[in-house]
């Protein structure tokens, strides 16, 4: 996608890719809302969505090239499973608060999922959002934070640095829980855990996750693939 | 406006599936809803950002969800998630402004509402309603609950001349006729006219309307009014609302792309935010022009 579209964020979808994927093919349910916060990874959650069939092969085929309904970050119509059009960071957490405390008010068995970026805890609103969620006790939300160390101008620690977030998470009434956002058994047994508070799960990942060439480095936030790079980033990964 | 927007939330909320989120704002004014409403009037404490995003997946799970605040903290503030979060997605969330124009006057800058219904009209399908009289707020009320697409509703303070009893709430109101200027009032600076106009002879006093609705796409001119324009002896537009994006803006724009061109056009508007001493609203809009001493002489 991102290949043939000339485009670039891939580093941040790889990162996401594997817990998302999970997420959508093993426990969403219908009833279940997914909420991209970090919308620059579109491209993770539109795989996601193809992965569940709920995109075809011809509208991944489209992203981000004229008259596509799959645009660089989620649009606001046309994807039913896409409730919200993110891409400015700091939106999806109270997003995702506002469908738990619905579904609560309500007593409906729901479960709504967000998952952030690490950097994106540089906003001011996604903490508004913790405060609230964690005050309301929105037992039913989820979020995965993903925590690849990288953002647009160097490392999280060098631009503006919490490290460790999660330490500064376990503040609030939540139950925090870091793991290795690649490791797909640890990321099972957390979310199958049983839940008796809002959680936050802290995704250890990598930024380009599975290609050598983009794995932890900061330009591939931003660069598009070259087809060599293309051939070598396929063959990596089919490798591995 | 306060407690008759809470005396119809009351009654509203007995009928609605209601969820009302504040600011923490609302305190000896809004308690009887609270009582009510219970787990779902939900003080969303000083985060106008997540309340509004909040408010707006609350719409999309069709409540009717309401978020409260003095004004500029209910529109400045958390104005990208106005934007993103609710009208991107064309969520009917009823955004209520307290203090519209200077109603916080004294309170300083910082709580002055005189740029609202203009940046919000810059965004999809936003109803705004400014309420004219304490007696509208009712009918206010029930045209934002009822309303399919975003609504902000801007609460100011009702300022009827005493013993005088408003026609029934409507967008377009004829409220005093003369051979004078049609002057256009937008929300309560209309009450604010209503003595010094009737005591002015017939033949100078001016044709007052209320408008309590905006944008004109959505609340189109009366017949009677574009009349007037096209034949009387001019128009002038008062609003408490910074010159840039105001309505008469979007009236003259309105009226030149139909071929309407008034005899005169004048404009009395908020000034901007630059001012170097501060007083309760009176005082802000003499400073503004928008008194009764500045009209008088904007329509001589």
Redesign the interface.
């Known amino acids: 996608m991102h290949f043939e579209s000339r485009v670039g964020h891939i580093g941040g979808n790889l990162s996401a890719l594997d817990a998302t994927l999970i997420v959508f093919n093993e426990y969403l349910r219908p009833c279940d809302t997914f909420i991209l916060s970090k919308g620059h990874s579109a491209g993770a959650l539109y795989v996601a969505l193809w992965s569940v069939g709920r995109l075809s092969d011809e509208d991944l085929k489209s992203f981000h090239k004229d008259d596509t309904l799959l645009a660089g970050h989620p649009p606001?119509?046309g994807i039913p499973d896409i409730?919200?059009?993110?891409g400015?960071l700091?939106?999806g957490l109270?997003?995702?608060?506002?469908?738990a405390?619905?579904?609560q008010?309500?007593g409906e068995d729901s479960r709504t999922y967000c998952l952030t970026s690490d950097a994106e805890w540089q906003e001011?609103?996604t903490w508004?959002?913790l405060?609230?969620a964690a005050?309301?006790k929105l037992t039913d939300l989820t979020v995965l934070v993903d925590h690849n160390n990288l953002q647009g101008l160097g490392t999280t620690e060098a631009v503006a640095s919490m490290s460790p977030l999660w330490e500064k998470l376990r503040g609030f009434d939540v139950d925090v829980q870091v793991i290795d956002g690649h490791d797909a058994s640890a990321i099972r047994g957390v979310l199958e855990q049983q839940r008796d508070r809002m959680r936050v799960v802290v995704l250890r990942t990598t930024k380009g996750h599975g290609v050598s060439f983009m794995q932890g480095r900061m330009e591939w936030h931003y660069l598009p693939l070259t087809p060599e790079q293309f051939r070598t980033a396929l063959a990596e990964i089919e490798a591995g | 406006m306060r407690t008759q927007f809470c005396d119809a939330m009351v009654k509203r909320a007995g009928s609605a599936d209601m969820v009302f989120l504040t600011g923490d704002l609302g305190f000896m004014a809004l308690e009887p809803l609270q009582a009510v409403l219970g787990e779902r009037f939900i003080n969303a404490g000083v985060s106008e950002q997540n309340m509004i995003s909040v408010a707006a997946a609350l719409a999309r799970q069709n409540f009717e969800a309401w978020a409260y605040s003095i004004a500029p903290f209910c529109y400045a503030r958390p104005f990208e998630q106005i934007r993103n979060d609710v009208t991107f997605h064309k969520l009917p969330v009823k955004l209520v402004g307290n203090g519209g124009g200077y109603g916080y006057g004294v309170m300083g800058p910082t709580h002055h509402a005189i740029e609202d219904y203009g940046v919000l009209l810059t965004l999809p399908e936003i109803l705004v309603i400014v309420p004219a009289f304490d007696e509208d707020v009712a009918a206010a009320v029930e045209r934002a609950g009822a309303s399919s697409s975003p609504t902000y509703l801007r609460l100011g303070r009702g300022e009827k001349p005493e013993g005088y009893q408003p026609p029934a709430y409507a967008p377009w109101r004829w409220l005093t006729k003369g051979a004078g200027m049609s002057v256009i009032a937008v929300g309560p600076l209309a009450g604010t006219y209503l003595a010094a106009f009737e005591a002015l002879p017939e033949a100078e006093r001016p044709n007052l309307w209320a408008v309590a609705e905006l944008p004109l796409e959505r609340n189109p001119l009366p017949p009677e009014l574009v009349g007037q324009i096209k034949d009387g002896p001019g128009v002038c537009v008062v609003e408490e609302h910074v010159k840039q994006g105001g309505f008469a803006s979007s009236l003259a724009l309105h009226l030149s792309m139909r071929g309407v061109h008034p005899r005169a056009f004048r404009h009395l508007h908020a000034l901007d935010h630059q001012y170097d001493r501060y007083g309760a609203q009176p005082y802000m809009r003499e400073k503004s022009g928008l008194d009764v001493r500045g009209m008088l002489a904007a329509i001589s």
């Open positions: 606001a119509h409730p919200f059009a993110t400015s700091g939106h109270s997003l995702a608060a506002g469908t405390l619905g579904h008010l309500r001011g609103s508004e959002a405060i609230f005050h309301h």
